[in-house]
């Protein structure tokens, strides 16, 4: 028989998934892996009928059971099998080796089945002898967009050349378009408590990932067109208005919502690059 906890921590994940559904069916669920481990699965087996037919493998429910804990070992990792790698950058001290690596770099991961992306992959001059030698030709120095946030080359109020993130401004419109929608679904679901705890949650967690230093002005932005958009939300609830900017900002003082906050910092950038 399947274990009782396991069976009610599989059911409060799914529950929540189905309520999250319901409430927002536009939402894409892009990490559901964690539920593929061998006790759900030893579940999900427990739960299938006995007397069903083979599956398109001829094995029937009996013959899979006799060796059951390395069955569901082998089918979690055939089902985990990721035959690709994500974003990356490698940095070079010299042109030179920059080059190298680039010409290298598609045979090498031939050798384990991947290949480069011709439309997001570049060489570019980055860093402080690229920012001086752009500024002396009267050009840019090149950006890069990686993990939502623009990288850039620029100088801090001391003048000292540094880099720099700032939040991607597509990343940043298409979260907002994501949450106008969601307000305007949940307006007349949840209570005005609820929507403050959800923004609550979704400001802390906007902050959390992009508050890097030097990325001020950004989660500041953010924070000021999510203000609008639920001001808009709450007015839309029925035909009658509910609040003009004066009382809704008396309400904001009563219930405010997370000032935008810079989590790490220029030291904590530094040390990890």
């Not at 405010?256 to 810079?262: E, S, V």
Request: proline share 2%; with cysteine.
């Amino acid at each position: 028989m399947p274990n009782a906890e396991s069976e009610n921590k599989l059911s409060t994940k799914l529950n929540r998934l189905t309520e999250i559904a319901r409430v927002e069916p536009g939402t894409k669920f892009t990490s559901l892996a964690h539920l593929l481990d061998e006790e759900n699965l030893k579940q999900c087996y427990e739960e299938l009928r006995k007397d069903a037919a083979a599956g398109i493998d001829k094995v029937s429910h009996e013959e899979y059971r006799k060796d059951l804990e390395a069955n569901l070992r082998d089918l979690v990792k055939r089902l985990k099998a990721n035959r690709y790698c994500d974003d990356f950058i490698i940095g070079c001290t010299n042109k030179q080796a920059a080059e190298k690596v680039w010409r290298d770099l598609g045979g090498r991961l031939k050798k384990f089945g991947l290949e480069i992306s011709e439309t997001k992959s570049r060489l570019i001059e980055f860093g402080m002898q690229a920012y001086y030698k752009s500024g002396r030709e009267g050009k840019k120095v090149k950006t890069f967009d990686f993990l939502g946030f623009t990288h850039y080359m620029g100088k801090s109020r001391k003048g000292t050349v540094k880099p720099g993130r700032k939040t991607i401004g597509k990343r940043m419109r298409k979260s907002l378009i994501v949450l106008n929608e969601r307000l305007r679904k949940l307006r007349n679901i949840l209570s005005f408590q609820e929507q403050h705890k959800h923004l609550c949650r979704v400001l802390n967690g906007y902050y959390n990932y992009y508050g890097f230093a030097g990325n001020s002005l950004a989660l500041s932005n953010f924070s000021y067109r999510v203000r609008r958009l639920w001001f808009k939300w709450l007015n839309r609830r029925s035909q009658r208005k509910s609040f003009n900017w004066n009382k809704f900002n008396l309400l904001l003082k009563r219930h405010p919502l997370p000032k935008p906050r810079i989590v790490k910092g220029y030291s904590w950038i530094y040390s990890s690059t």
